[in-house]
């Protein structure tokens, strides 16, 4: 909830994103209302001049809070971590703040640019069509295989233990698109399909944790033809 005096939040997203779930996953954990302002990446819209005046580089999530744009899901996080403490993303254990921060890192930088719009239409139009898909499998394995033995050690229901932290945020996007978006067989992650699982199992009848098809996500924020995220309120 804003608090007294503060403008509601303002979110500017793309359901498919995922940076953009990371952000609205720790919204909805830390039980912040926002505004949902969907910015279709297809249509082109993260090019309209409006939009390129949060972020001139034209990518989201980008997150308004009054006067403060921040237009990064690794910054938005962190900004969020510091001004609401509610419902922490980070663990005080400064060994697993620090595997949350690697393995964070392992997605947004080694696996998700590899793998965007804007990276991909480059391939189709340079190289060719038919080696976009095997460019992001080859990504996306390697990426994978190096989260199994970073966090092999170290996992417990969730990623660095029993609790969601911002690990989870950023691996669970990254598994759901490699599975729905580029048919990768996580049967040789056993690690990750295990989190997988924790992931969309219910904790309540009426909650689930991360991704689900063709619902809403929490407090009626706006769906944009496709599958949402809910996150876990309890």
């Known amino acids: 909830m804003a ?12 359901w498919r994103s995922s940076c953009s779930q990371r952000v609205r996953i ?12 969907p910015v279709n990446l297809l249509k082109g819209e993260q090019k309209n001049p409006d939009f390129l005046k949060l972020n001139p580089l034209g990518y989201v999530p980008a997150l308004v809070d009054g006067e403060i744009v921040i237009a990064d899901s690794f910054a938005i996080l962190m900004y969020l ?6 419902h922490p993303l980070l663990p005080s254990d400064l060994q697993k703040k620090a595997l949350n921060h690697q393995a964070s890192n392992v997605v947004c930088s080694n696996i998700q640019p590899l793998q965007n719009l804007a990276v991909l239409n480059f391939i189709k139009e340079k190289v060719g069509p038919d080696e976009v898909i095997p460019w992001v499998q080859s990504h996306i394995n390697k990426g994978f295989a190096a989260l199994e033995k970073l966090l092999k050690d170290c ?39 295990r989190l997988h699982e924790a992931y969309i199992e219910p904790v309540h009848p009426e909650d689930q944790i991360f991704p689900s098809e063709n619902i809403n996500i929490k407090n009626n924020h706006i769906q944009e033809e496709g599958p949402e995220l809910h996150a876990l309120t309890a």
């Not at 608090?3 to 793309?14: D, F, I, M, N, P």
């Not at 971590?81 to 509610?86: D, H, I, L, S, T």
Request: hydrophobic content about 35%.
């Open 3 to 14: 608090e007294s005096g503060e403008s509601k939040l303002k979110l500017y997203s793309y």
């Open 26 to 37: 720790a919204l909805n954990l830390k039980g912040l209302d926002y505004e949902y302002i």
């Open 81 to 86: 971590e510091e001004k609401y403490p509610q």
């Open 155 to 193: 996992a417990g229901k969730y990623a660095t233990g029993d609790e969601v932290s911002m690990a989870d945020l950023f691996i669970e996007p990254q598994i759901l698109g490699a599975i729905k978006r580029f048919n990768i067989d996580m049967t040789q992650f056993p690690l990750l399909s």
